[in-house]
Every structure is written in structure tokens, then in C-alpha cells.
């Protein structure tokens, strides 16, 4: 049952693009990585709940958190894994009871990604962190549609939702979350597969996901995070999805490495949240140009910045510091990948597009002035 799907090939950059990335001198990098237009694909919106938030939350609905203060929840963001991680990321979690708490904390994330420069946003939400805490699906959804809404009312951000189920519960459990959300379909575009996983093999969700499918939703999964790169065939093959969030490890397997690019199947990558849960020691060691270097449709994204030291644009900066072999090709070729992966329509993309292509003309300075005819002309 392998998704067939023909090859294809990344649009080519046209050549007065090519001329104004090679006059960008390399000072002018991180002013591009700031200032160009980028889709955020790879955000879970529980992890952009910053340690203010979740104390101001927590005073407001009575909530007593087992940390003494913002320093001291702050101090124990210091991951050896993802598990570790995962621990803190559900406690932080538990101070959202309300439809106004999902709002202020997603109007807290576009806030900032607005300052980034994202124009386009497809948001993952965990329904089962939530819910199994007693709190209704409807609270959840009601709180953060309205945030996308104003989102694009008050900041330009195109934004969608993608509900995620949680890959250390059961098919069952996945299976609930749909029904409940079924009513709230078009405040959602698709589903994604998120939480620990190692030990959780997407094959546990085919049928879910099958149903999904069915019900015309997008179909996203992480995969070859920690775990190994079968775990990004099998979501391929049995999850049949449109991307894979992550795919790092997918370097270990050079007929699958072939297959992504002949595909041109992105991988939503999250430098900052890589080193931070020890997929790559260092910055210096991530595999980003790797992937770039094989053809891969590889995209740049935050995960879940309040916990991993930065949003969109201090990944962007963060990475092309530590990796010299990325210049303003890969910055440009990496923000237009962000578009060509992202669920919007081909005009807003080509709009996006633009923009990105007006900025980089703005940044390279012009053609250095030839001999002027004038001047030279010896006069009598
Ligand atoms: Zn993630």
C-alpha cells in the first residue's frame, strides 16, 4: 500500500533571484533570516507556554504547580531526553482549563511569530492532554480557533490547526478524540502524531489515520526523531502522510534518503529543539546542510520554543551561526521549501513567494555602478 507518488522536482530559483543571493554579503545573512517571510509547519502550541504564562495562568484558575517559582521551572528545562522533556511539557500544561487560557496562550505564540515574520502558521494541538484532564475538547478548539482567527484579522498570519494524537495512548484513545472532534471539523485542516517515540511505531495508528484520510484531513506524523528511519517509512507506507515532522535520522538510510527526494516529501526540522533533547549533541553537528545537500524538501521550524531556547528566527540564526556551509541559498531555498510544504493554496504561496523575493532584492545590495560614459569622456 506505498502512497505512489511521481517524481518531482523543486521549482527552479529564477535567475535574478540567483543574481541577488550571490551579491547578499554574508553580514546580511541574519538580516534575511530575519526579515524573510517563512511558514511555521512544526509548532506544537502547548510548547510556546512560557513559564510567565503558565504562573499568571495557574494564579488565575488555582492551580498549585509542584516548582516555587518562574526561575526555578525555568532551571529544570535542562532535557537529557525526549521523555524528560515530555515530563515537564504535561505538568506546564496542566494550568489550561479555560477557553480564554488556549486563547492567551496561542495569541502569546502569533504574537511572536509575527515579529518573526510568519506568515503562514499550522499549528499542532495535543486534544488528549486536555482532555483527559476533564477538560472538554470544545474548550480547547473554541479557545485557539479564536486566536487563529484574530491571528489573521490583526497580524497577517494565515493559520490553521492540526490536531495531534498523543502516540503513548491508545488507538482507542485516538479513536475517542476524533469522535469528539468531529463536530468542531472546519475549525481544524488535518491530524499529526506526536509524544514519545520510541517503542510507539506509527503501524499503531493505521486505522485512525485511515479513517482520517477518509474524512479529507491532511495526514502529518513525527518520525526518525529518536526513532529509526523505518519509523519514517511505515508512517509513509501505513500512515500514507503528506509530511514528516522531524525525519532527521532519515540520513541513515540512503534508499529512503532517495525516496523523500524524489518526492519531494518535506521533513520539518527543529535545529534548537534537536540539541536541546540530545539528537545532535551540537549545533555544529546537525545534519540540516546534509539534508539540504541530498535534495531533501527540508523546512526549519520551532517545535516547542518556550521550552527550547528560541522561536522561528532564533532557529534560523542559531543554525546558519554553527554551520558555515549555510548561506543565503539555503536561507531562501529553506523558507521556500516552508511554503511549498505548508497545506495553503498555491496563490497565497506565490504571494509568499514574492515577498520572500522582495526582500532578498531589498537586502543584496545593487550592481556594483560600471565606468560612467560621461566621466570618462576626455573633453577638449
Ligand atoms: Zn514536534
Not at 522533556?85 to 502569546?108: H, K, N, R, T
Not at 489573521?152 to 498570519?157: K, M, R, T, Y
Not at 551540537?282 to 527550547?308: E, I, K, Q, W
Amino acid at each position: 500500500m506505498t502512497t505512489a507518488s511521481e517524481p518531482r522536482s523543486p521549482a527552479p530559483i529564477p535567475p535574478e533571484v540567483a543574481a541577488d543571493l550571490a551579491r547578499l554579503p554574508r553580514e546580511r545573512l541574519p538580516a534575511l533570516l530575519r526579515r524573510m517571510p517563512k511558514a511555521e509547519l512544526h509548532i506544537h502550541i502547548e510548547g510556546s507556554l512560557e513559564p510567565e504564562l503558565i504562573f499568571d495562568l495557574a494564579r488565575r484558575n488555582g492551580v498549585a504547580l509542584p516548582y516555587p517559582s518562574v526561575e526555578a521551572l525555568r532551571a529544570a528545562y535542562a532535557f537529557t531526553d525526549l521523555q524528560s522533556f515530555l515530563d515537564i511539557y504535561y505538568a506546564g500544561a496542566s494550568v489550561l482549563l479555560q477557553e480564554q487560557d488556549f486563547f492567551d496562550m496561542a495569541w502569546a505564540y502569533f504574537e511572536k511569530a509575527a515579529a518573526d515574520n510568519v506568515v503562514r502558521a499550522e499549528v499542532f494541538f495535543d486534544p488528549q492532554t486536555h482532555t483527559e484532564r476533564g477538560v472538554p475538547f470544545e474548550t480547547v478548539i473554541r479557545g485557539l480557533h479564536h486566536a487563529c482567527q484574530r491571528a489573521h484579522a490583526e497580524l497577517g498570519i494565515s493559520a490553521q490547526l492540526i490536531l495531534c494524537f498523543l502516540r503513548h495512548l491508545s488507538e482507542e484513545d485516538a479513536f475517542d478524540t476524533l469522535e469528539q472532534a468531529l463536530p468542531w471539523r472546519k475549525y481544524f485542516i488535518g491530524v499529526g502524531l506526536d509524544s514519545s517515540e520510541v517503542g510507539y511505531p506509527p503501524e499503531k495508528f493505521a486505522r485512525v489515520f485511515a479513517r482520517c484520510r477518509e474524512l479529507g484531513l491532511q495526514v502529518v506524523a513525527h518520525a526518525g526523531e529518536e526513532g529509526p528511519p523505518a519509523y519514517i517509512s511505515s508512517a509513509l507506507d501505513v500512515l500514507q502522510v503528506q509530511r514528516i515532522d522531524h525525519g532527521v535520522r532519515c540520513l541513515e538510510d540512503a534508499a529512503l534518503v532517495q525516496r523523500l527526494a524524489a518526492s519531494r516529501m518535506p521533513l520539518t526540522v527543529c535545529p534548537l529543539s534537536n540539541v536541546k533533547l540530545k539528537v545532535f549533541e551540537r549545533m555544529a553537528d546537525h545534519n540540516l546542510p546534509a539534508l539540504l545537500a541530498a535534495g531533501l524538501c527540508a523546512t526549519v521550524h520551532s517545535d516547542d520554543p518556550a521550552y527550547f531556547g528560541g522561536y522561528l528566527n532564533q532557529n534560523f540564526i542559531d543554525t546558519f551561526a554553527a554551520l558555515p556551509q549555510l548561506g543565503a541559498t539555503e536561507a531562501y531555498t529553506l523558507a521556500r521549501n516552508s511554503f511549498e510544504a505548508s497545506f495553503a493554496d498555491e496563490r497565497s504561496k506565490a504571494v509568499w513567494t514574492a515577498e520572500l523575493d522582495a526582500v532578498l532584492h531589498t537586502l543584496a545590495p545593487s550592481r556594483a555602478p560600471g565606468p560612467n560614459p560621461t566621466q570618462d569622456r576626455v573633453t577638449p
